[in-house]
C-alpha cells in the first residue's frame, strides 16, 4: 500500500521521490486508485500558497501564484491532457482520429481557446470565492475532484493497449472488492477535508457536492461514444473540468 501511495505521488507530482525509494512497477498500475491521497500534497500546497500570498498581496494576484505553484509541482500534467482532450473531441473525429489527436504532442486551436477559457474561469472562480473561504474550498475541491475522476476506472476500459500508452502503463480497472477498497480509500482521503470545512464553515452543501459527480458522468458518457474507453490525458481532463465544477457550483446561489 505504501509503495502505490509513493508511486502516484511519484506519477502525479515531479518531485524527486523516486531518490527516497524506488518502487516495482507494477505499483503504477494502481496510481489512479491513490490519486486523491496525492491532492493532500497538490491540494494543500496550492491552498497554503494561496493563503499566505493574500496575507500581503492582492487577492488576484494570489489566485495566480496558487495556480502556477500547482502546475510547477506537477508539471502541467492535467493541463497537457486537458488540451489533449480539447483537441481530439473538439472535432467530429472517428475513434482512431481521435485516438491519434491525445497521442500528438502538438497543441491545436480548440486546446489553445479550451486552455485559456479553463484557466479564465478558475482564475475568476477563485477571486470570486470569500477570501476567507478559499483555501478549504482549494484543499477540498484538489482532492475531491481527484476521487471523482477516479471512478473512471472502473467505468470504461483503458482505450488503448499497453506498448500505444505514453506512460507504458495500463491503470488497473478494480472489480469486486477491490472497487469496494477503491471507493473506502477516497472517503479515507476526503477526511481531512471534510475536518478542515468543519472546522472552518465555508458554505459548502451537499448540493455542490453533486455537481462535479454529474460532470463526471456526462464526461464517461462521451468518451464511451467516441472512444469506448479512456487514455491518461482524459483523466487530467476529467480531474480539472470536475474540480472547476466545484468551484462554480460553490459559487451559484439559490434563485429567490
Request: glycine share 8%.
Amino acid at each position: 500500500m505504501l509503495d502505490r501511495l509513493l508511486a502516484a505521488l511519484m506519477f502525479f507530482t515531479r518531485l524527486p521521490l523516486w531518490r527516497l525509494k524506488t518502487v516495482d512497477a507494477g505499483c503504477f498500475r494502481h496510481v489512479v486508485d491513490y490519486w486523491p491521497f496525492a491532492g493532500w500534497l497538490t491540494g494543500g500546497v496550492m491552498a497554503f500558497t494561496f493563503w499566505f500570498c493574500a496575507l500581503f498581496l492582492p487577492v488576484t494576484v494570489a489566485a495566480l501564484l496558487a495556480m502556477a505553484v500547482r502546475i510547477a509541482l506537477t508539471g502541467a500534467l492535467h493541463e497537457d491532457g486537458l488540451a489533449d482532450f480539447f483537441d481530439a473531441f473538439g472535432g467530429n473525429n472517428s475513434r482512431e482520429r481521435t485516438l491519434a489527436i491525445m497521442k500528438d504532442s502538438h497543441i491545436g486551436t480548440y486546446g489553445v481557446l479550451g486552455l485559456t477559457l479553463y484557466a479564465g474561469l478558475l482564475f475568476s472562480a477563485l477571486t470570486a470565492l470569500p477570501r476567507a473561504a478559499v483555501p478549504a474550498l482549494i484543499f477540498t475541491g484538489d482532492i475531491y475532484a481527484k476521487a471523482v475522476g477516479s471512478m473512471i476506472i472502473q467505468q470504461l476500459p483503458y482505450a488503448r493497449r499497453e506498448e500505444e500508452s505514453k506512460a507504458r502503463v495500463i491503470y488497473e480497472q478494480p472489480a469486486g472488492r477491490g472497487a469496494l477498497a477503491h471507493f473506502l480509500r477516497c472517503l479515507a482521503a476526503l477526511l481531512p477535508a471534510a475536518v478542515w470545512c468543519y472546522l472552518e464553515p465555508c458554505g459548502l452543501q451537499v448540493w455542490m457536492l453533486l455537481v462535479p459527480i454529474a460532470v463526471e458522468l456526462g464526461l464517461v458518457a462521451l468518451m464511451k461514444r467516441r472512444i469506448q474507453g479512456y487514455t491518461g490525458d482524459c483523466c487530467g481532463a476529467v480531474f480539472l473540468v470536475c474540480e472547476l465544477s466545484f468551484y462554480l457550483a460553490c459559487l451559484c446561489r439559490p434563485l429567490t
